[in-house]
């Protein structure tokens, strides 16, 4: 077979390598080979996502997500999800992001040309009707029910995202606004299929039992005569700089007070996600963290949690609180910043550094253990760093980071004129 | 001693998982102390007699090590992780918090409150509460309807004194099974652990023996009201089958045809895909060493809840009377022997079955020929499973909803016999005990429901 591919070989994680396989059309192939048992893990990254939608079409890229399981002109509806499943496809499934759109399968190894070849025919030969579209915004408006409305920690962050964003599409709910999906069409669907949906917009990572020479002419086979694609050229509206605080208070359906933080940080890109990333952990992660000594030692709290969201445009910094019964979340809030004004002014000590490193060594190895985890690892930093390589060199980084540089990112972001809190109390 | 120790080495391997069962769980709470294992277990990370709940943590989050503890109603476990070089310290804390636990009380009072403000944030979410109710109502009165953490009623029966006496009771020499993967040594190990379990109690308590739960005969709803709610959180019970039951493999491909985790099931595909009802619409068999239930799961809008649940009934009594089609048989067969590849897919996973097994009393091998006994299956054998297995005449449905938003379909709602209704956060009862929700209250003539007298 004529190979019309470019073949790069690069370290990966451990002892494993990671082979690139660019295509005449566009599209990327990421394979690692692990040996470890008879099965592979194969999925398709887009990019695109919420970030991607103009304003009243919110949740598009979602609800998209779902139509993609529906029929194609060559196979009807039902045909993809039973000819997996029978192949003996394990965590059949797909996610959108703010920034990307994944479709995920594991199978054992002699299903890589039935997915090759059910995968690339979705790629670029939908075929969607009107009912199957009405009949899966039914289904996308009982999950946002189910996941925004009826869940009190759904409405606090979409209204967290809302009130932090106020012209960036971070703001907007990926499930999408109820009028927005109301007011949308199966047109709207295949204008988004064309405009996004193309070889040059995706990759295709695939780790398991299988020689990456072996999967690139299987992708070969059915990728490589799809025509290549213009790709989208589209720019997300930049967000203004944050002046003040901004706070909101929810009444909700809970027993508990509750609360959300976000700071705004740097995208995914900028040289102080990683000292951000250590920050994260020496305020909340394990019990000798400080905000678990602070704030559930305490009794004031029952849970407590910081998050750094790493993305293509700049986000939040996150921390999140659940109340003891009879405590309020202003007394969590105060201690939240009795202890940010520490880190800021005192910095952290050597112990704490080296314990947070110790903490993020056992995580790196247990969370890069599956064949599905690698998968993702390769395609979101694929996607919103632009190289999985970047990803790779990010994990040596983190030894590298110094108390300066983490007393350093928090004084520079965790700034009250920075934040945007929501509260919420009892009804 | 007699405890079985299962080691799966890994050359070069960074990290060490391991695992420790203990062959009592929360079915030995004493009556009236429900949550009394789960919250022994959580103290033994809550300081021991060399360091205090904070010293312990340090130490541990200094070799950045994890612990986590599993809470069941047939055993208790304590997993850990760590990396290689640093497995020896991460013993000695292993043999402190099994071997001397301090149960201070000021912690003690911690745990607590942590707890009782757990269970007002759990009602807080509709499908966390939805399911305690499901399992509080659908097994009451039997050993296993008792919830592993207990529930508000029964927190403040249980002192400092029920965790000590349940710890040096229960946590005996031999009632353990221990498991290890990743890069260690494993005469060390073996070693090690043999010395830890040395310093508890000696001896075997054995297992015990709680009888299988019995549902009653009929259809029965219980409306859990929660007004303001768009959603309806549907769960509909029926009898279950044991890991030990002959018919296991079977149950689990017909499982697989009505409602298991596969797009191609009927249950996804009644209810989601042509209706658009739910999000998601599942089954399941809640399995242990005694057959605990099955169970379905659908979360349909207020407009849609009754025709949903009316739905679900249906087609699960069309199963159980007609069972599935060979077509069917073929696909989800084909599709859970070729599945059974990812049962063995990690070291770790071939580790948590040697347990499970261990832990379950299951034969040995149970996991290794799994997909042995699923190729040995035919569609006879499936369908003859199903009738031994599946009775649609009982049916215990929870619906947890705002009552007055679906009071219209509530008047025609078809295949209940009985109706019930009580307040979602109301402390759970048996039901039976009191009347049914009239129907003059589903007609909207007087909500309350009288629970002064007995049902006949």
Redesign the interface.
Known sequence: MKKNWQHTKYKFI?ELELDRFDFENGLRLFAVENK????FSYQTWFNVGSRDEEAGKSGLAHLFEHMM?KGTHKNQQ?IF??TM??????D?NAFTGTDYTAYVA?L?VE?LETVAALESDRMVGLALTKEQF??????????R??VM????EGKMYEELMKLAFTKHPYGRPIIGFEADLDSMSTDDCNAFYRAFYSPSNAIICVVGALKPEKVAAMVSKYYGKIVPQKKPSWVAPVEPVQKEERVSVLS?????EKAYFGYKVPDARDHDQIALSVLSYVMS?????RLY?AL??T?IC?DQGASLNSSKDPSLFFFSF????GKRAEDALGVLDREIRLVCENGISQ?EL??V??????EI??GL???QSLSRFIGQHEIVLGDVRLGVEEIAKIQAVTTDEVKAVAAKYLKKTQRTAVIGKP? | MKQKMIFMPEKNAPLVHLELALLHGSLRDPVGKEGTASMTLSMLLRGTKKRSAQEFHRALDNLGAEIYLGKYKESMRVQGVVLADKLLEFLDLWEELLTEPAFPEEEFTKVREQLRSAFMDELGSDDSIADRRFQEYMLWGNLYGRMTSGSLQTLDNVGVEDLREFHREYFRTEDFVIGASGGFDKKMLEKRFRQILGKLTPGSLGRLEAKAPVMKKGKTLLLLDKPGRSQAQIMVGSPGVSFENKDYFAMLIANHVFGGSSFSARLMKEVREKRGWSYGAYSWYRSGRKPLYFAMQSVPSNKDAIPALELMAKLFSDYGRKGITKPEFEFAKKSLVSQSAFLQDTVRKRLDNKVTEAVMGLPAGFYDHYRKKLQGLTYAKVQGAIKRNVDASRMFAVMLVSVDEIQPGLKILKGFSKVWRRKFDEAPGDIYQVNPYSLAARRGARKEVSARTRSK
């Open positions: 451990g470890i048992a008879p099965v399981f039902g999800d039973r499943e029978s192949s003996g496809a394990r059949l594991s054992p299903a009405e009949a899966e915004r039914e289904v996308v408006h009982n999950e029910k189910q409305e009826n869940n009190p909700l359906p809970v027993k508990v992660s394990g019990r000798s963290s000594r559930v030692d009794g029952i659940t109340c003891q019964t112990e080296d314990r490193k110790n903490k993020l060594s056992t190895h247990l253990v599956t064949n009804e």
